[in-house]
């Protein structure tokens, strides 16, 4: 299948062609239908009604494949699903796309920490066309090798599995420092280690960009505003968060994380970045997670009950993954070392954003002519202990200091998504 002629517009009604900017004296502007391509692709499905469809040799499933990428396979892994066996076959990539040649000058060293997860791996994918080395650290809790698997073999790439509980030594020019479990069902299914996760992790991180002088930008999120009482919450405000709730291991670790990155900034002179990350929703996020978009974007795929917690009428803000990348890649470049919200000020309620998901999946099946045999309900379930009532990035700083603010509207991020999903459906690996 060729990358989707998704025709997406941005929140003044332009057509979105490329994501990035070219600003702070360089251009890290990037096709979106590159983008796309790595991640809206799907595996080629053998036709079960072809006759011994197990039996085509090589060369018929090459010309099959071929034909079904519609030229498109310069940039495409091969992966071939047979659904008779429920099994998959890859051919590793020899072909990867263009990524820029820089001068040594420009070109960096760059660490991702967590780059297998949801939005490391979308990270990684725009600093590899950028034509940066890139390094991914990722002990594979809640990440996957899938996610970046179309990178691996390439030069400017390495992939390590590695705990960052424990130290690791690199010579690096920046690091990225995104591990850490982002879901609450993962991140609470081991608590301690998620508190180790965000303290002793990012103690060692931060330890090498020490040694290393690299430029240090940690992903620190929402919840270190716990259940605000100010709202929309700007980054003068500190906080209302319960420390012995089944949270706390996520929000008091971040909020620890950014303890030690300030500690070595004023100790040891650390160059620091800190990002203060809102909901952020996106292709290649596990639909399995437990997080509200998944959630109820394969419930309404699937045509299950939509799950909204508690009355629905707590909010959050939500953010689409390239406006996210934007903002981290603008916030490591530019001179801003106070934190900063990344985030979509398009705030819902709970109950109206299941609404409109559910919206979105209906217009996308009768675009693709599916007609379910009936509507998904919403359903209620109990409000898990200590859910924030309300969500709303300010997000003034990010624009005087950075000139970022969000393009995608949350309906156009959902279409994008939900299209993604279905693909991963049609294939079978949702
Ligand atoms: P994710 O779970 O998809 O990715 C996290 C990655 O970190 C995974 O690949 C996981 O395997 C890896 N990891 C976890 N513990 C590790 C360890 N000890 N050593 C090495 N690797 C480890 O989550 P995500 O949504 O991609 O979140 C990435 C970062 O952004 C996290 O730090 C998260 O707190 C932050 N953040 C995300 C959001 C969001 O809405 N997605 C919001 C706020 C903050
Ligand atoms: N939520 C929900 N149904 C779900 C999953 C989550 O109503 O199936 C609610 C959850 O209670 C919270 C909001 O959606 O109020 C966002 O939850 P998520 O886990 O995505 O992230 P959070 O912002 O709470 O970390």
Redesign the pocket.
């Known amino acids: 299948m060729a990358p989707s002629p998704l025709k997406t517009l941005d929140k003044d009604g332009s057509e979105i062609t490329t994501v990035g900017f070219n600003r702070f004296g360089f251009d890290c502007e990037v096709p979106l239908n590159t983008l796309r391509s790595l991640y809206l692709r799907s595996h080629y499905v053998v036709p079960t009604d072809a006759a011994n469809a197990q039996d085509l040799d090589e060369e018929a499933l090459e010309s099959e494949h071929a034909r079904f990428t519609g030229g498109n396979e310069l940039y495409q892994s091969k992966s071939i699903y047979h659904p008779e066996t429920h099994s998959i076959s890859y051919t590793t990539l020899s072909r990867f796309p263009p990524v820029k040649l820089l001068p040594p000058t420009q070109r960096k060293r760059i660490l991702v ?9 979308h990270l990684v994918d725009r600093l590899m066309l950028l034509g940066h080395d890139v390094t991914v ?8 090798k899938t ?1 970046v698997n179309h990178w691996v073999g390439h030069p400017n790439f390495e992939l390590v599995r ?4 424990q130290p690791f030594m690199i010579e690096c020019d920046q690091i990225y ?7 609450p069902p ?2 609470q299914f081991n608590a301690v ?2 508190i ?2 965000s303290f002793m ?1 990012t103690l060692n991180m931060l330890g090498l960009a020490k040694r290393t002088k690299a430029r240090f930008l ?6 270190v505003y716990g259940d605000p009482e100010v709202h929309p919450q700007s980054e003068e405000y500190w906080g209302h968060v319960n420390p012995i709730g089944p949270r706390a291991c ?1 929000d008091e670790g ?1 909020r620890v994380a950014e303890t030690l990155t300030y500690g070595f900034q004023r100790q040891d002179g650390v160059d620091v970045r800190v ?7 996106g292709p ?3 639909p399995y ?1 437990g ?1 509200v978009v998944s959630n109820f974007i394969v419930q309404a795929l699937k045509g299950e009950d939509m799950t909204v917690y508690g009355d629905g009428n707590q909010t959050r803000s939500f ?1 689409y ?1 390239h406006d ?1 990348i934007d903002g981290l890649i603008a916030l490591m470049n530019a001179n801003e070392s106070r934190p900063v919200n990344i985030g979509n000020g398009e705030e819902f309620t709970i109950g109206e954003f299941a609404e409109l998901v559910r919206d979105i999946v209906e217009k996308v099946q009768e675009e693709d002519g599916v007609k379910p045999a009936r509507r998904v309900q919403i359903v209620h379930k109990p409000i898990p202990t200590d859910d924030p009532q309300k969500r709303r990035p300010d997000t003034t700083r990010a624009w005087e200091s950075l000139q970022w603010k969000p393009r995608w509207t949350v309906r156009m991020g959902l279409e994008e998504m939900v299209r993604y999903y279905k693909a991963r459906m049609a294939e079978g690996s949702i």
Not at 137 to 144: A, E, I, K, Q, V
Not at 218 to 223: L, Q, R
Not at 275 to 281: D, G, P, S
């Open positions: 920490t967590g780059g297998a997860g949801f939005v490391g791996s650290l990722d002990n594979f809790f809640t990440g996957s996610t590695h705990d960052i509980v420092h995104l591990a850490c479990p982002a879901s993962h991140y280690k998620t180790k996760t992790g940690i992903s620190s999120t929402s919840e996520y971040k990002a203060r990350i809102f909901n952020t929703y290649r996020m596990n997670d997080r953010q993954i996210l």
